[in-house]
Every structure is written in structure tokens, then in C-alpha cells.
Antibody, heavy 119, light 110 residues
Framework: EVQLVESGGGSVQPGGSLRLSCSAS????????IHWVRQAPGKGLKYVSS????????SYGDSVKGRLTISRDNSKNTVFLHMTSLRGEDTAVYYC????????????WGQGILVTVSS | QSVLTQPPSASGTPGQRVTISCSGT????????VYWYHQLPGTAPKLLIF???QRPSGVPDRFSGSKSGTSGSLGISGLRPEDEADYYC???????????FGGGTKVTVL
């Protein structure tokens, strides 16, 4: 069974930094792209970032480009999201998601982790 | 403002059919597959429809998807109380090179 577990969330002041981790199990980790999708309180889903299975390709949503960096350590089955210059509008639940070639969609979701940016 | 446009709400009585639309452009829905997700309060979203019309294993055939031009739609037939949830469409956008989501539709079972 595919499992994704996010950690590293919490409260941070505007301008601060945070690193989210996504630990995966139940599948061949290096074979799947991993994505981050966030949801601000009471709002809809928004794409954040993606990284390919080998880590060689990444992409970012416009609102986070230049401030967030995605990376992965395939030896530890973990994806990281390094978040810097955080703003109030980054406050959200961040979901780690695995996409399979079977569906091509966001098939397996973590439980989500809350990041709160506030002074 | 979401790239994909969905109605904010939809409703129906038990047993009725509800349809949710998702309007996009030539760079997203016009070119790529549409995906649908539903989200119960306090839980992570779940994949409902992939590649316009297909259902993952375990999703009842009461849920159906379709696509025409730059619009997609999700149909829920035989509406049940447990279908009350938020529903989102998503598609890859070739111009922005990112995944884009609709703003979400809250389905209420009256």
C-alpha cells in the first residue's frame, strides 16, 4: 500500500523559512514523480511543485517560483520542500502526492501538513 | 481566480443526477486530459476520474466524466448523502507548464 507522510510543518514568521519532508513507502520510490499541492484555509487546491523520479526535472507554480525548492533523496525515500521568504498567503495545508503512470493523475495523497505564516 | 472555472455549488435530492462543469482553454483542457477529485471535510482529496472518463478501481460507476472542446464535466447519478463533498477538476496547462485546478464545487444533498 502506498503511504506518504508529511512532516516539518508549523508556524513561522513572515520572511522565515521551513523545510517540509514527505516520506514514502509501499512502492518503488525512484520510479514516481512526487508533487506538492496546497490548500489555504477554506480555499481550493493549488499546485505548488513537482519533481521527477530521478530528481532531474522540477517545476513550480508561479506564486512560489524562486522561493521554494523541491528536492529528493531516493536512498531515503524522501522528498523535501525548502520554503524561504514565506508570506502570509503561503499559509495552507501542504499535501505530498504521488502520481502513477496508470492514471496520470494525483493518485496517492498524504494526510497533509499545516504551515502557518504569521507574526 | 482559478485558471479553470467551476460553479461554486451544486445540489440535488437523493437519487437525482448532478452535473458539474469545468471550463478551460485551448492550452489546458483543449489539449490535455481532465481529472476530477473529491474531498470530504478534513480529509485529503481523492482521485475520482482520470483521463477524462476513466474511474480508478473502487470508484462507483455512478460517477462519470466527459470532455468536449475546452470543457469537461463530472456527472453524479443516483445522488447519495455521502456524496456531499467538494469536487475539483484539474488539468496540465501547456502554456503555464503547471497543473491547474478549478476553484471547486460544493455538492449538497438536500
Amino acid at each position: 500500500e502506498v503511504q506518504l507522510v508529511e512532516s516539518g510543518g508549523g508556524s513561522v514568521q513572515p520572511g522565515g523559512s521551513l523545510r517540509l519532508s514527505c516520506s514514502a513507502s509501499g512502492f518503488t520510490f525512484r520510479s514516481l514523480a512526487i508533487h506538492w499541492v496546497r490548500q489555504a484555509p477554506g480555499k481550493g487546491l493549488k499546485y505548488v511543485s513537482s519533481i521527477s523520479g530521478d530528481g532531474g526535472s522540477t517545476s513550480y507554480g508561479d506564486s512560489v517560483k524562486g522561493r521554494l525548492t523541491i528536492s529528493r533523496d531516493n536512498s531515503k525515500n524522501t522528498v523535501f520542500l525548502h520554503m524561504t521568504s514565506l508570506r502570509g498567503e503561503d499559509t495552507a495545508v501542504y499535501y505530498c502526492v504521488a502520481m502513477t503512470t496508470t492514471t496520470g493523475g494525483f493518485e496517492n495523497w498524504g494526510q497533509g501538513i499545516l504551515v502557518t505564516v504569521s507574526s | 481566480q482559478s485558471v479553470l472555472t467551476q460553479p461554486p455549488s451544486a445540489s440535488g435530492t437523493p437519487g437525482q443526477r448532478v452535473t458539474i462543469s469545468c471550463s478551460g482553454t485551448s492550452s489546458n483542457i483543449g489539449t490535455n486530459f481532465v481529472y476530477w477529485y473529491h474531498q470530504l471535510p478534513g480529509t485529503a482529496p481523492k482521485l475520482l476520474i482520470f483521463r477524462n472518463t476513466q474511474r480508478p478501481s473502487g470508484v462507483p460507476d455512478r460517477f462519470s466524466g466527459s470532455k468536449s472542446g475546452t470543457s469537461g464535466s463530472l456527472g453524479i447519478s443516483g445522488l447519495r448523502p455521502e456524496d456531499e463533498a467538494d469536487y475539483y477538476c484539474a488539468v496540465w496547462d501547456d502554456r503555464m507548464n503547471v497543473w491547474v485546478f478549478g476553484g471547486g464545487t460544493k455538492v449538497t444533498v438536500l
